[in-house]
């Protein structure tokens, strides 16, 4: 592997600037392919896209993990707000940033989205054709059949929504942001209630910099987000990782039966959907499978 920088950088998203780690082989300076990687919902850059980041650097690649309006370092308000549109959004503005950098062949430009993250980025290859390249990494890839199916069923599912919407009138009435934990093992009303050990261990994903929580109001955007369509749409090649044991694996395979272009599908045996985001083989066998695909096609 390669010796790689990281360089603190910031660009600008209409008017908001959002804050991002840059990866870098050490020893290329001129025409790299290059790729923006988006990860998990709620997550920030020092998680699991900064790891994705580093290692695809190693691997030859320019690599962009940042954090999305109202994330982390970046700037924008109300704050930890989950915007399926406005992420889209900025990740378009990624693309503009990593594709003007010197080191960067604008023509080698890849998106690599990874759980929530990938939902994200295949919207945005779709829309954006600077995306020559497509990876996916334990896509979150839902429909509203699928989201019901993972929320318990219609009612959980319309109870969400209906909160979702109070809340967000809530917002626009008053301009106060309502917020549940994002993640909790004895509150039921976090977003996601339950054993999520990468959010809730301090060695892995319960870092200082991710704020664990999740904005009432943004279900209301979030339970109608259906990135299915976006396959009709996309003229990349796209290679999807994944594993019968992680999220939604039949949205994966949706989405792969819904594209007309190039397409590869890896199914690694065994593997939770936390171990895509940090765990020893799955990030390694991951990050090799997404490198190959990207210096392929791009």
Sequence with gaps: MTETTVEKVTF???GITLAGHLHLPATADRGLPAVVVAGAWTSVKEQMAGLYARRLAE???????????????????PRDVESPSLKVRDLSHAVGYLSSLDRVAPARMGALGICAGGAFAAVAAADDPRIASLALVAPGLQDGELMRLALGGE?????RLAAGQKA??????????EYVLGVSETDSTAAMFGPYAYYLDPTRGAIPEWGNRWATMAWAEWLTFEPQPSADRITAP??????????IPVGARRFADRL?????LVWLEGRGQFDFYD???????????????LH???
Excluded: M, Q, Y
């Design 168 to 177: 967000r009138a809530h917002f626009e009435a008053t301009g106060e942001v």
């Design 59 to 77: 691997r030859g690649l320019a690599a962009l993990a940042f954090d999305f309006t109202g994330f982390g370092e970046s700037g924008g308000e």
């Design 12 to 14: 600008d998203a209409d």
């Design 296 to 298: 392929a096609t791009l």
């Design 238 to 247: 796209v290679l999807i990782v994944h594993s019968e044991s992680a999220g």
């Design 155 to 159: 009612e959980a599912f319309a109870a």
């Design 260 to 264: 007309t272009g190039a397409r590869e």
């Design 279 to 293: 765990t020893e083989p799955t990030v390694t066998e991951s990050v090799d499978n997404v490198a190959r695909h």
